[in-house]
């Protein structure tokens, strides 16, 4: 079992950046496939990233790719989400999960969820 805490949200202007970390313990990040999604008010929850356990594979949202990115330090057994060029559009409530599948996209391969931090940006 993993218990997953998230940190690094906050209030930006639209051009800024924000580093999301998700702390495990319990478990090594590496063990699992970490997964970032968010959700925003009166929407589903959606997939933002993922990272693979085996290989470290990257995946990405179509409305995220070539802005963010999903990397893991094992010895810090933390996973971090790189936001650069933030816009309104990308205002919800980040969480990070945890799971033993190879699929990474649907919510319901994950095992384990944070918690979720507050991502806002002002236009």
């Known amino acids: 079992q993993v218990q997953l805490v998230e940190s690094g949200g906050g209030l930006v202007q639209a051009g800024a950046s924000l580093r999301l970390s998700c702390v495990a313990s319990?478990?090594?990040?590496?063990?699992?496939?970490m997964g970032w999604f968010r959700q925003a008010p009166g929407k589903e929850r959606e997939f933002v990233a993922a990272?693979?356990?085996?290989?470290?594979?990257?995946y990405y949202a179509s409305s995220v790719k070539g802005r963010f990115t999903i990397f893991r330090d094992n010895a810090k057994n933390t996973v971090y989400l790189q936001m650069n060029s933030l816009n309104p559009e990308d205002t919800a409530v980040y969480y990070c999960?945890?799971?033993?599948?190879?699929?990474?996209?649907?919510?319901?391969?994950?095992?384990?969820w944070g918690q979720g931090t507050q991502v806002t940006v002002s236009s």
């Open positions: 999960a945890a799971g033993g599948s190879s699929a990474v996209v649907a919510p319901s391969v994950y095992d384990y």
């Open positions: 319990g478990r090594t990040v590496g063990s699992y496939t």
């Open positions: 990272i693979r356990r085996s290989g470290g594979s990257t």
